[in-house]
């Protein structure tokens, strides 16, 4: 599976914008598609998710104001981001699970884009 991120931009506080992923290779095989955010010195971070059912989830801090979206294929996700504040400032980054289970094990294999930049001014 690969991902590829766009969207990112520099935008103003209370200002909107929407990232896209897009997938390619096994999309079939992808069960939960998730956008995650990373600033310098900090752990990344979960920032909403949406299983292979369609439903979303949310952290708290993006709860009301970020909508996720998938299409049935898998192949593209959405994160449209609104209301913007200068700590949603980060590296935006689209992952997609592959549960693999087998009779020993289940075994969740990650894939990773490479992310695009999101930059909220005041």
């Known amino acids: 599976v690969q991902l590829v991120e766009s969207g990112g931009d520099l935008a103003q506080v209370g200002g909107t914008l929407r990232l896209t992923c897009a997938a390619s290779?096994?999309?079939?095989?992808?069960?939960?598609m998730a956008w995650y955010r990373q600033t310098p010195g900090k752990q990344r971070e979960l920032v909403a998710s949406v299983d292979s059912g369609g439903r979303p989830t949310y952290a708290d801090s993006v709860r009301g104001r970020f909508t996720i979206s998938r299409d049935s294929a898998k192949t593209i996700m959405y994160l449209q981001l609104n209301s913007l504040k200068p700590e949603d400032t980060a590296v935006y980054y689209c992952?997609?699970?592959?549960?693999?289970?087998?009779?020993?094990?289940?075994?969740?294999?990650?894939?990773w884009g490479q992310g695009t930049q999101v930059t909220v001014s005041s």
């Open positions: 290779g096994r999309t079939i095989d992808i069960d939960t």
């Open positions: 992952n997609a699970r592959v549960r693999v289970t087998t009779i020993e094990a289940v075994t969740d294999l990650n894939y």
